[in-house]
């Protein structure tokens, strides 16, 4: 396969950020921004404008059942309880396919092996818990353990309450004790959401926690475990 | 944190990212608080890509069920979770069509979605929606390149396809995507990338 220039992949650009480019010369572009920071910087910002061009469509009306059917189908009955020894092997498969997608996931969602399984979907299940400090929820700990991991924090502080901005540690407890540190939360009145990325072991994970800049916790969320059979 | 205390919102107003961190938990409450914001919007890309209420609806339920068992793998530094959610329908959509392919667009609807499309209402303006910059320009352009980019960012088609319909050779089809990307691109407040 001969390898393009950067012109060649510059008139490509276009067609593979509308995600139109077919066969051989979407895999020869693909091929080239592989090895190029600069075009795989301007196929993404067409990308963008591409994905704005389609939000411009207007919205519609689906009809009255159509909510409740979705709602069915996000609540399948749970797996059986014989088929749940396959989630230890499905994680590992698992684990390659989302390592392999991220983002571009929706974007080429087409290519990827499907559909998931039950116990694929059971690996990948976010955990959370209440975040509380004095007995006193403040938000809720939301732990994804697949690949990429991520912790994302939901704090709602009160408008009518005094507390000074601040920002405060995040790091999450192992069952024995080590800790993974996450990142530094900015803390403020009203809603705000906060997240980053972290390295997560479902089997391992027991508490999120909040610590100030004296090192002392102000808040935890406690992750229960459900025992696999 | 002394002090401080829950104020519980009720789902409809927490963000978005919020919303579908809580359809990735498989918390009720919030999946249908994420399928109420979106389904107008989902439904309205897939019924504008395969042009049929039927399938386009099975395509958005496809999209929800997309979103739920992938939340995790939405990065909010790569754009807005309509932006995430949109990408996902568009693709499911645009693969459907594929397999019923060769459905010619027609060229009448084609013409009415490109004017629903750049329409810019007062409204839209004076609430600097920054969906504006992008109508206008799509508006601006040669109609023939409009109709080259709508077909292939909407509907899929590639450069042959679009040629084959308009009765051009390939090269101008292609010449039209990229001059009309280039000017959509360069409409937009976004910085743009200078490379050659």
């Given at each position: 396969m001969a390898e393009l220039t950067c012109q060649q992949c510059q008139e490509l650009a276009a067609e593979l950020a509308l995600d139109v480019l077919p066969g051989r010369d979407r895999a020869e572009a693909l091929a080239h921004l592989d090895g190029c920071a600069g075009c795989r910087e301007t196929v993404a910002a067409l990308t963008a404008t591409a994905d704005r061009l389609v939000e411009l469509l207007p919205g519609a009306e689906p009809s009255a059942g159509f909510e409740q059917r979705v709602m069915t189908a996000l609540a399948?009955?749970?797996?059986?309880?014989?088929?749940?020894?396959r989630v230890a092997v499905a994680a590992a498969g698992l684990a390659i396919v989302l390592a392999t997608g991220g983002w571009m996931l929706g974007r080429?969602?087409?290519?990827?092996?499907?559909?998931?399984t039950d116990a694929q979907a059971d690996v990948r299940t976010v955990m959370f818990a209440p975040l509380t400090t004095e007995n006193r929820q403040i938000g809720e700990a939301y732990v994804y353990p697949g690949q990429p991991s991520w912790v994302y924090l939901a704090l709602d502080i009160d408008n009518d309450t005094d507390v000074p901005s601040s920002t405060v540690r995040c790091e999450l407890v192992r069952r024995d004790g080590s800790t993974v540190p996450v990142g530094t939360v900015p803390i403020a009145k009203g809603y705000r959401g906060w997240g980053g990325p972290a390295a997560v072991d479902r089997e391992t994970l027991a508490t999120a926690r909040l610590i100030n800049s004296n090192g002392h916790t102000v808040a935890t969320a406690h992750f229960r475990h459900t025992r696999r059979r | 944190m002394r002090g401080v205390h829950l104020r519980r919102r009720p789902?409809?107003?927490?963000p978005d990212d919020m919303l579908l961190a809580g359809l990735g938990a498989g918390d009720a409450q919030l999946a249908l608080a994420f399928v109420r914001r979106f389904q107008r919007t989902v439904f309205g890309v897939a019924l504008a890509v395969v042009g049929d209420s039927g399938l386009a609806e099975d395509i958005a339920q496809q999209a929800f069920e997309r979103a739920w068992r992938h939340a995790g793998l939405y990065d909010p530094r790569r754009g807005s979770v309509q932006t995430w959610l949109t990408s996902i329908v568009r693709h499911l959509a645009v693969d459907a069509v594929r397999v019923r392919r060769p459905a010619p667009v027609d060229p009448q609807d084609l013409m009415s979605l490109i004017a629903t499309i750049t329409d810019t209402p007062e409204r839209r303006v004076l609430a600097g929606e920054t969906s504006t910059e992008l109508r206008t320009a799509l508006a601006a352009l040669p109609p023939e390149q409009a109709r080259a980019v709508v077909m292939a960012a909407v509907h899929g088609m590639t450069a042959v396809e679009i040629a084959d319909l308009e009765g051009i050779p390939v090269g101008t089809a292609k010449s039209r995507i990229r001059a009309a990307m280039a000017k959509l691109h360069a409409a937009l407040p976004t910085p743009r990338a200078d490379h050659g």
């Open positions: 399948p009955p749970p797996p059986p309880r014989a088929r749940r020894w080429a969602s087409h290519d990827l092996p499907q559909p998931e | 789902p409809e107003r927490l």
